[in-house]
């Protein structure tokens, strides 16, 4: 039933019939295949990454965070990682591979809750939806809406209530900025508090017990590392055999490998999806392989879940660009948004007007203007 849906989505038919092309890319490149060679190949894949079982094991301990649900669409300025846009009229940065699989002019809830509920890899899917904010520009009632229907099918997936309250309430609780300031001041080589601390040890002590007791003391400005989490695990589950860490490098090169020629056709057939500028983009320095990108997400269980998606669509130019998740979290908002940028353009013209001043030599002046002109 996953591949079935899959095909639809691809071809555009169905229930898709009425999506606009982009998220229909979106989607897709958001969506694992069901085919069977590729994903024998991802077992196959995934048998040799040794981290990557302890990852997606139950012992893996997680507090599972009912998302919320908001109808008030928020300017880019307000938007962070914490947001994601599940509706369907996407403006730049906005596309998810959260967005509704329907057209509103046609919205069936029982069609979109089968395509929801026949999806093989819907714990994961879900799964990364944990204290976030999900943002719908709908206007059906609660029974009938793809943001509620996400909603209700993680309680009952990781067994969690139904979200109440106001939104406010909500953002306190989850707090995504609580070490964002230490990270970007470690970053620069500064301490957190911008201060020297305190003598840890006395003095008068002979060298090996200073040495012994300066291993055995806290920082006192001990904080999160600014580390990566896959840096961590990377460093943690490395066998500590050479020989052993280069035989498994090679055969999980020699997987990938057989992954990409496995996901040559229908990358192809997203290739006729994308936008003809993305296109000619994607095809300047040799072929990309979107559909590898997006096996190889899956099978990591990566942060930046779409960068896929951004690779089909092509990153917005204007404006705030989308966040890349697994990054730190942006703390300075954008001064202002494009439109009103463009709106100021104007008055920032006449501005830098003001400042040209004639050189004093009309050959020099005339032949200024003339260059740019013929140009």
Same mark, same amino acid.
């Given at each position: 039933?996953?591949?079935? &849906?899959?095909?639809?989505?691809?071809?555009?038919?169905?229930?898709?019939?009425? $999506?606009?092309?982009?998220? /229909?890319?979106?989607?897709?490149?958001?969506?694992? &295949?069901?085919?069977?060679?590729?994903?024998?190949?991802?077992?196959? $894949? $995934?048998?040799?990454?040794?981290?990557?079982?302890?990852?997606?094991?139950? &012992?893996?301990?997680?507090?599972?965070?009912?998302?919320?649900?908001?109808?008030?669409?928020?300017?880019? @300025?307000?938007?962070?990682?914490?947001?994601?846009?599940?509706?369907?009229?996407?403006?730049?940065? #906005?596309?998810?591979?959260?967005?509704?699989?329907?057209?509103?002019?046609?919205?069936?809830?029982?069609?979109?809750?089968?395509?929801?509920?026949?999806?093989?890899?819907?714990?994961?899917?879900?799964?990364?939806?944990?204290?976030?904010?999900?943002?719908?520009?709908?206007?059906?009632?609660?029974?009938?809406?793809?943001?509620? $229907?996400?909603?209700?099918?993680?309680?009952? #997936?990781?067994?969690?209530?139904?979200? @109440?309250?106001?939104?406010?309430?909500?953002?306190?609780?989850?707090? /995504?900025?609580?070490?964002?300031?230490?990270?970007?001041?470690?970053?620069?080589?500064?301490?957190?508090?911008?201060?020297?601390?305190?003598?840890?040890?006395?003095?008068?002590?002979?060298?090996?017990?200073?040495?012994?007791?300066?291993?055995?003391?806290?920082?006192?400005?001990? &904080?999160?590392?600014?580390?990566?989490?896959?840096?961590?695990?990377?460093?943690?589950?490395?066998?500590?055999?050479?020989? @052993?860490?280069?035989?498994?490098?090679?055969? /999980?090169?020699?997987?990938?490998?057989?992954?990409?020629?496995?996901?040559?056709?229908?990358?192809?057939?997203?290739?006729?999806?994308?936008?003809?500028? @993305?296109?000619?983009?994607?095809?300047?320095?040799?072929?990309?392989?979107?559909?590898?990108?997006?096996?190889?997400?899956?099978?990591?269980?990566?942060?930046?879940?779409?960068?896929?998606?951004?690779?089909?669509?092509?990153?917005?130019?204007?404006?705030?660009?989308?966040?890349?998740?697994?990054?730190?979290?942006?703390?300075?908002?954008?001064?202002?948004?494009?439109?009103?940028?463009?709106?100021?353009?104007? /008055?920032?013209?006449?501005?830098?007007?003001? #400042?040209?001043?004639?050189?004093?030599?009309?050959?020099?002046?005339?032949?200024?203007?003339?260059?740019?002109?013929?140009?």
């Amino acid at each position: 039933m996953h591949e079935d &849906s899959r095909a639809h989505l691809l071809h555009g038919t169905g229930l898709f019939s009425d $999506l606009p092309r982009p998220n /229909i890319t979106a989607i897709l490149a958001s969506y694992p &295949s069901g085919n069977r060679a590729i994903v024998e190949a991802r077992d196959h $894949l $995934l048998d040799k990454m040794i981290g990557q079982k302890f990852l997606n094991s139950s &012992s893996t301990s997680c507090t599972w965070v009912t998302p919320f649900i908001s109808h008030d669409l928020l300017p880019a @300025v307000e938007r962070t990682p914490q947001y994601i846009f599940v509706g369907l009229s996407c403006e730049a940065g #906005t596309f998810s591979s959260y967005l509704c699989p329907m057209g509103y002019n046609f919205f069936d809830f029982p069609s979109v809750s089968r395509f929801l509920h026949r999806r093989a890899d819907l714990h994961d899917f879900l799964s990364r939806l944990c204290g976030k904010i999900l943002v719908c520009d709908c206007n059906f009632a609660s029974d009938g809406c793809w943001a509620h $229907l996400l909603q209700s099918c993680f309680c009952e #997936t990781f067994g969690t209530l139904p979200g @109440v309250g106001n939104l406010s309430d909500f953002r306190e609780k989850i707090d /995504i900025k609580s070490n964002a300031h230490n990270l970007d001041v470690l970053a620069g080589g500064l301490q957190p508090t911008r201060r020297r601390p305190a003598q840890l040890l006395p003095n008068g002590m002979l060298p090996d017990e200073h040495l012994r007791l300066a291993l055995l003391q806290d920082h006192p400005f001990i &904080s999160s590392s600014s580390c990566s989490c896959a840096v961590h695990f990377g460093l943690a589950w490395s066998p500590d055999d050479p020989d @052993v860490q280069n035989r498994r490098r090679n055969e /999980i090169t020699a997987l990938v490998n057989v992954l990409e020629k496995l996901t040559h056709s229908e990358n192809d057939q997203i290739m006729k999806l994308i936008d003809k500028n @993305v296109y000619k983009v994607l095809h300047a320095y040799g072929s990309k392989n979107i559909v590898m990108m997006r096996e190889l997400s899956y099978v990591c269980q990566t942060s930046d879940n779409e960068a896929a998606i951004w690779m089909a669509l092509g990153l917005p130019m204007r404006g705030w660009s989308p966040f890349a998740n697994g990054l730190m979290t942006r703390i300075k908002p954008p001064v202002e948004t494009y439109h009103d940028w463009c709106t100021d353009r104007l /008055i920032r013209n006449d501005k830098v007007l003001l #400042t040209i001043r004639s050189s004093g030599d009309d050959a020099l002046d005339t032949a200024a203007f003339c260059k740019p002109r013929m140009k």
